[in-house]
């Protein structure tokens, strides 16, 4: 262990010595000042880690050394002494940033002790700063704003969104319907310069086909009938902020035309206007359509494709990242907790099978559903399989391959989903248990006590 060096600061010489052949018996490096600027000086160009200061002194006294020091030095440690200490004194040196006060004369082992005290309380400290960068690391890790994931594919989306975020760069975020596109471009917007601007949303699927170009550029007085006064489009709402259009993949194709135009020139012309007006927006798009397919298809435009498609951004459908399918049900449930005034602990092992082993076509906004209705129905600590929809009961039952001599019982299907979930994760990590637990999502003594259930050796 690396001996904790210490600065004694002390006008009296023999003083300074007793201390100094004290300290340096009990393994510390010492160094002497005799006074306040003396001390200063030391510490410019010294690192300390702990600072034994007395009050009273020629030139520079201790608390006007403990002002200055603590500073230039706010992590040190300051532990101060005095002859004349008073509460008074000992109040204000604290105050100013001292860790603790001494009073003279005092014994070896008072000395000691309150550094050995100093000691454990900068372990402590060192050890939540390590524990507080971790948590960051863990949270960084797990979470992106409002977005909750694990998996080594999130992982890599939540690094995208932090690189594009900074820049003005058009995003194309594809992905099935539910995976969460509306979220990444939340998280982007909201990491951006342009946080504290518009973010202005609007699905092209949404809308008639006849009034999303006067939806999204807004018009002119008179330029149909009852259009009596100028009404900006979402464009111009969007200035100096961000426009996400969703479901651009349902985009009309004459439509499409224009919006090239407003991506090259920044600018739009409302219908029925003459004038172009310059605008300064972020453009996120979104699609769970292949847009290449559709250009193909004569569909989308080639060149807004290659446009909009500086950088892609794809989210990965849940049933692809099963790791995340029990931290997303634990985050659900205590958002519904809070929503309905409940008190639901989680998913039972039961339950947790059924929604480990479910293929999620609608994604995490289907899981979202389901554990809103788990927890709205439940009436105990758990959500059992009773409180989830019958459709990933009946994909349970189905995987099981009944034969027509099969039992029909539930119970019985739980047991044999559970199972060959195991036998499943024992083949995959060539029967290395703890490797097992973690694909399962349970603990090791859990794995253990199930694999002697159904004698899986």
């Given amino acids: 262990m690396t001996p904790q060096r210490v600065l004694v600061i002390e006008d009296e010489e023999n003083m300074r010595h007793m201390l100094k052949t004290m300290l340096e018996k009990s393994d510390y490096l010492v160094a002497c000042a005799g006074d306040g600027m003396e001390g200063l000086e030391q510490m410019a160009t010294h690192d300390f880690d702990y600072i034994l200061c007395d009050i009273k002194m020629p030139r520079m006294d201790?608390?006007?050394?403990?002002?200055?020091?603590?500073?230039?030095?706010?992590?040190?440690?300051?532990?101060?002494?005095?002859?004349?200490?008073?509460?008074?004194?000992?109040?204000?040196?604290?105050?100013?940033?001292?860790?603790?006060?001494?009073?003279?004369?005092?014994?070896?082992?008072?000395?000691?002790?309150?550094?050995?005290?100093?000691?454990?309380?900068?372990?402590?400290?060192?050890?939540?700063?390590?524990?507080?960068?971790?948590?960051?690391?863990?949270?960084?890790?797990?979470?992106?704003?409002?977005?909750?994931?694990?998996?080594?594919?999130?992982?890599?989306?939540?690094?995208?969104?932090?690189?594009?975020?900074e820049h003005k760069t058009t995003v194309l975020i594809t992905g099935e319907s539910g995976t969460g596109k509306e979220l990444i471009a939340r998280a982007i917007h909201a990491n951006s310069p342009r946080a504290s601007e518009a973010l202005v949303n609007i699905n092209c699927g949404?809308?008639?086909?006849?009034?999303?170009?006067?939806?999204?550029?807004?018009?002119?007085?008179?330029?149909?009938?009852?259009?009596?006064?100028?009404?900006?489009?979402?464009?111009?709402?969007?200035?100096?902020?961000?426009?996400?259009?969703?479901?651009?993949?349902?985009?009309?194709?004459?439509?499409?035309?224009?919006?090239?135009?407003?991506?090259?020139?920044e600018e739009i012309t409302p219908l029925g206007g003459t004038g172009s007006k310059k605008i300064d927006v972020r453009v996120i798009v979104a699609t769970s359509k292949d847009l290449e397919r559709e250009v193909v298809k004569g569909r989308f435009r080639e060149d807004l494709y290659y446009r909009i498609n500086v950088m892609t951004i794809h989210l990965p459908p849940l049933r692809t990242r099963k790791g995340d399918v029990s931290l997303l049900a634990g985050y659900f449930v205590d958002v519904f907790n809070e929503k309905l005034k409940k008190q639901v602990e989680a998913p039972?092992?039961?339950?947790?099978?059924?929604?480990?082993?479910?293929?999620?076509?609608?994604?995490?906004?289907?899981?979202?559903?389901?554990?809103?209705?788990?927890?709205?129905?439940?009436?105990?600590?758990?959500?059992?399989?009773?409180?989830?929809?019958?459709?990933?009961?009946?994909?349970?039952?189905?995987?099981?391959?009944?034969?027509?001599?099969?039992?029909?019982?539930?119970?019985?299907?739980?047991?044999?989903?559970?199972?060959?979930?195991?036998?499943?994760?024992?083949g995959t990590t060539n029967g290395n248990k703890t490797q097992?637990?973690?694909?399962?999502?349970i603990s090791r003594p859990m794995l253990i006590a199930k694999i002697k259930e159904y004698g899986l050796f």
């Fill in 206 to 265: 949404g809308i008639p086909e006849n009034l999303l170009e006067s939806e999204l550029f807004g018009y002119s007085r008179g330029a149909f009938t009852d259009a009596n006064r100028d009404k900006p489009g979402r464009f111009e709402e969007a200035d100096k902020g961000t426009l996400f259009l969703d479901e651009i993949g349902e985009m009309p194709f004459a439509l499409q035309v224009k919006l090239l135009r407003v991506l090259q020139e």
């Fill in 348 to 426: 039972s092992s039961d339950a947790m099978a059924l929604l480990m082993a479910y293929h999620w076509p609608g994604n995490v906004r289907e899981l979202e559903n389901v554990i809103e209705r788990a927890v709205l129905l439940s009436t105990g600590r758990w959500i059992t399989p009773g409180e989830l929809p019958a459709r990933l009961v009946h994909q349970a039952l189905s995987a099981q391959e009944l034969s027509p001599g099969d039992s029909l019982s539930i119970k019985k299907a739980y047991r044999d989903l559970q199972r060959n979930l195991i036998a499943k994760a024992l």
């Fill in 436 to 441: 097992a637990a973690r694909l399962l999502e």
């Fill in 62 to 165: 201790g608390m006007a050394f403990l002002r200055e020091a603590v500073l230039r030095h706010p992590e040190k440690v300051y532990i101060m002494m005095s002859a004349y200490g008073t509460v008074e004194s000992a109040l204000e040196a604290i105050n100013k940033g001292a860790y603790d006060y001494i009073s003279k004369p005092f014994k070896t082992d008072e000395v000691l002790l309150t550094l050995k005290k100093a000691e454990e309380r900068e372990v402590l400290r060192k050890e939540n700063l390590r524990l507080k960068d971790r948590i960051g690391v863990i949270e960084k890790r797990y979470s992106f704003g409002n977005i909750v994931a694990r998996s080594e594919a999130m992982a890599r989306v939540f690094d995208l969104v932090e690189k594009v975020s």
